[in-house]
């Protein structure tokens, strides 16, 4: 079991660009959700999705995020267009179904914003 | 507005002796209790977990002890090893009568340092 895998581990990016992460979830979990962590707000809860469909986004902070689930083993959460106070660490994690699983963290994406 | 709070955001303690993070929450809806650490560079791990029907649960050194009334928990490690040394989180989870609801709510975090 590799773990939830995310990249990249880090971005630095000019403002005003476009910004992709990705995260691919262990095999088998049907829940993914998409966390982001600053000094500030500690780490929130941005959107996670149920067997690929996106149950709650109301963590997403405006509409220059989006994330997507286009299968089971993959997830994408987009910033277009980026900006400096998006600088944080983002990070994935998915669980199985039962009520009490603890969530799977990956390793995050460091996101620098200048 | 902070559903859940870690008052301490750092401890330090000696090896061998005991480490208690402390953790308070305001949501009385919250059913479900976990402890995270966090190494750097890493993604939290999950460590021990309560439900509210407890005040108690106990997995090796780590012991978690819950306190309805008050809206407390805390985490309890006994003997303390260098190798503990991380942030730890607490979250909860807000209970759902559907089920469906998995949003956990993290505080902050505490950072441990256990000093050889």
């Known amino acids: 079991d590799a773990g939830v895998i995310q990249s990249p581990r880090h971005e630095v990016t000019e403002m005003g660009q476009e910004v992709t992460l990705r995260c691919k979830p262990i095999?088998?979990?049907?829940?993914l959700f998409w966390y982001r962590q600053t000094m500030m707000r500690g780490l929130e809860l941005l959107i996670y999705f149920n067997n690929n469909v996106p149950i709650d986004d109301s963590g997403m902070p405006e509409d220059r995020f989006s994330a997507k689930m286009p299968n089971a083993s993959f997830s994408t959460l987009k910033i277009q267009p980026s900006e400096p106070r998006d600088s944080a660490v983002y990070f994935c994690a998915s669980s199985f179904w039962q009520n009490n699983s603890p969530l799977h963290f990956g390793n995050g994406t460091r996101l620098t914003v200048t | 507005d902070q559903q859940v709070k870690q008052n301490s955001p750092s401890l330090s303690v000696q090896e061998g002796r005991i480490s208690i993070l402390n953790c308070d929450y305001t949501?009385?809806?919250?059913?479900?209790f976990l402890w995270y650490k966090k190494y750097p560079a890493e993604g939290p791990t999950f460590l021990i977990s309560i439900s509210s029907i407890k005040d108690k649960n106990e997995d090796g050194r780590f012991t978690v002890f819950l306190n309805k009334s008050a809206k407390h928990l805390s985490l309890h490690i006994v003997p303390s090893q260098p190798g503990d040394s991380a942030v730890y989180f607490c979250a909860a989870r807000e209970y759902d009568s559907g089920g469906s609801n998995y949003k956990l709510t993290f505080g902050k975090g505490t950072l441990l340092t256990v000093n050889p």
């Open positions: 095999s088998g979990h049907d829940y």
């Open positions: 949501n009385s809806m919250f059913d479900y």
